[in-house]
């Protein structure tokens, strides 16, 4: 059991993400005829058929605004996955989207939104996967500073999800 929780997109912004996006567009709801799309509303893969959309999404500028944190430059925003109507979420008993020998960065945030910097992360065999990326968000909270901390692809620089301090 990981020690650590990701946090999906909470249902209220998917709500807004589905009338327009971080970036003001509309979503474009496609059938996923492959499969396997990292889906940010219940943090698993989705499955051949299945209705989504890729709406842009800025997870630090929403935080920012619960917050009062000003993240300047580092407000970015980015491409994610997202079911086209309401699902049930998450069922996590571990971390989403590891398998073994895949590459993950753990990025580290401070309070006023600015980052401190970050560790690269290969996923190690199935038995100690979840062990390893709750050993390095361990690491990164170490820190004092650290609010919060973004998992993100390293193939394509994606947000995966948020932890925040446990």
């Known amino acids: 059991m990981t020690t650590y929780i990701a946090r999906p997109v909470l249902p ?26 990292p889906l940010r509303c219940c943090l698993r893969r989705s499955e051949r058929g299945e ?31 997202v079911h086209t109507e309401e699902c049930a979420g998450p069922d996590l008993a571990d971390h989403p989207f590891v398998r073994p020998g895949v590459l993950r960065v753990v990025r580290r945030y401070s309070a006023d939104g600015h ?22 968000l361990a690491e990164a909270f170490a820190d004092p500073e650290v ?7 390293v193939e394509y620089g994606c947000f995966l999800y948020e932890v925040r301090r446990p």
């Not at 842009?56 to 917050?67: E, I, K, N």
């Not at 980052?115 to 390095?136: C, F, H, Q, Y």
């Not at 609010?147 to 692809?153: K, P, W």
């Open 12 to 37: 209220t912004v998917l709500k807004e993400l589905r009338s327009a996006d971080d970036s003001g567009r509309e979503m474009v709801p496609v059938t996923d005829e492959e499969g396997g799309a």
């Open 51 to 81: 209705r989504i959309a890729l709406v842009s999404y800025a997870p630090l500028r929403r935080w920012a605004a619960q917050t009062g944190a000003d993240p300047g430059a580092y407000d970015e925003q980015g491409p994610v996955f």
């Open 115 to 136: 980052i401190l910097g970050g560790r690269l992360l290969e996923i190690p065999g199935a038995e100690t996967a979840s062990e390893a990326l709750d050993a390095a």
């Open 147 to 153: 609010a919060l901390v973004h998992v993100r692809a």
